[in-house]
């Protein structure tokens, strides 16, 4: 097995993940002086703030076309060229339709990127390995981040048009990945099962595992043959990978993860921090997010992911409950309520930051892992879009502690699901996976 290979093409192709975080992340920095700029009504902030995730559903939706299509690398290129011209247009738009269309642009390579690069690092990853490798596209995620937050700090004190210096200094990594990309392979199980690439397969599969080539080429096509559905997602036979994917992608968003990266120095404000203040306490959110995500790819082949999901789902419930209180009894002191949000940071990191990915790329066969990938995602993104869109109208009518009290309540809901319902999907192969999660 050559694991530097794979270990550096899984790297490359997971920094498609930290312009993912840093896309995600940059705005929060952004939306009070964005909203100044323009003096943008309630609902005009909340489209600027949500128009990126409406386009990363976009993204999502058609995120298995060109994956299928045009391939694994050549998607990855496509996503590249996105984050380019979105952060380039976005730092110089001098009109706010402008501004938004290019954050909408940004928003489709987040959404392509979700399911193709996951996907790209499951289907060359060894099964004793896949955990972590397709954990790294987590880990950069978090990385950009925890990178989108420090910036901000520091672009945030350079003068009054400091926010389009947040949102620009993108184009750099960017531009990395772009050319980062010629140096990898394509995916050998696209070839087989895509392109009927048999050759080209084989010399990619065989850079991989020397020693076990001949026996992965012959499972994938054993699998091709096996294969019920014709590449259809929505048949009886995919029920239960479809509906584990659902439940998973709801669950990740009724967290209220979305809402707390994106509004995090407005919460800090609501507890009574300062701008700065508030500015660096999101820098704290993101060191955490970072450390607990490391740890978390670093246990997830060893303990499998629903340890790690029934240990993050208690410490999830535990944390919103008491942000819930603090709020309710009036007790917002910045120390309390940061405490608190990094707790849910850091449990949130150890388990569903760290384990979706990875999990809805390994349960759908073959055929339809592209699609299948792309209908969690897309639930994922829908569900952030709602939820940050809602955020402010809902802390607005109910308080913090009415909405945190909301995401704690579906946590529990998460606990049941993760008890009853999820399966362990360590140590398998992917040709296995199918078949052995409809045994369950």
């Not at 290979?5 to 975080?21: D, E, M, N, Q, R």
């Amino acid at each position: 097995m050559n694991k530097n290979k794979v270990l550096a093409w899984s790297f490359v192709v997971a920094l498609g993940g930290f312009l993912f975080g840093f896309d995600t992340a940059v705005i929060s920095g952004a939306e009070k002086a964005v909203q100044e700029h323009w003096h943008l009504s309630e609902f005009q902030h909340g489209l600027t703030m949500a128009i990126a995730l409406i386009g990363t559903v976009v993204g999502a939706a058609l995120g298995a076309l060109p994956s299928d299509k045009l391939g694994r690398k050549n998607t990855l290129f496509v996503v590249a060229a996105l984050y380019f011209i979105s952060a380039i247009g976005s730092a110089l738009a001098n009109d706010w339709t402008i501004f938004i269309l290019f954050r909408f642009l940004g928003g489709i390579g987040v959404g392509v990127s979700s399911v193709t690069a996951p996907i790209y690092i499951s289907e060359i990853s060894p099964a004793a390995s896949r955990g972590k490798l397709v954990g790294l596209f987590q880990f950069n995620v978090v990385l950009g981040i925890l990178i989108a937050y420090l910036s901000n700090y520091f672009i945030g004190q350079v003068g009054e048009e400091s926010w389009r210096w947040m949102l620009g200094v993108q184009c750099f990594p960017s531009l990395l990945f772009f050319v980062l990309i010629f140096f990898i392979p394509e995916s050998p199980r696209w070839l087989l099962l895509h392109k009927n690439n048999l050759p080209e397969a084989t010399t990619i599969m065989q850079r991989i595992n020397s020693e076990g080539y001949e026996l992965e080429i012959e499972k994938i096509q054993a699998s091709k043959d096996a294969m019920a559905g014709e590449g259809k997602l929505f048949i009886r036979e995919n029920a239960r990978p479809i509906l584990l994917a659902l439940c998973f992608a709801l669950f990740n968003q009724l967290s209220g993860i979305n809402a707390i990266i994106y509004y995090a120095p407005r919460v800090f404000e609501m507890a009574g921090l300062g701008s700065q203040s508030s500015l660096l306490s999101t820098v704290g959110i993101g060191v955490i997010n970072f450390i607990f995500t490391l740890v978390a790819i670093n246990f997830i082949d060893k303990v499998g992911r629903k340890k790690l999901m029934l240990v993050g789902s208690i410490g999830l419930i535990v944390s919103l409950a008491l942000v819930s209180q603090a709020f309710y009894t009036g007790q917002t002191t910045g120390f309390a309520i940061t405490i608190y949000l990094m707790s849910f940071i850091a449990f949130f990191a150890f388990s569903q930051g760290a384990v979706i990915w990875v999990f809805i790329s390994e349960i759908f066969p073959n055929d339809v892992r592209a699609k299948g990938q792309t209908f969690g995602s897309l639930t994922h993104w829908v569900m952030a879009a709602i939820i940050t869109f809602c955020f402010p109208a809902l802390t607005e009518m109910l308080g913090g502690g009415g909405t945190f009290l909301i995401f704690a309540l579906f946590m529990v809901l998460q606990l049941v699901y993760v008890l009853k319902f999820m399966p362990e999907t360590k140590g398998r192969s992917l040709e296995d996976m199918g078949r052995t999660i409809n045994l369950h």
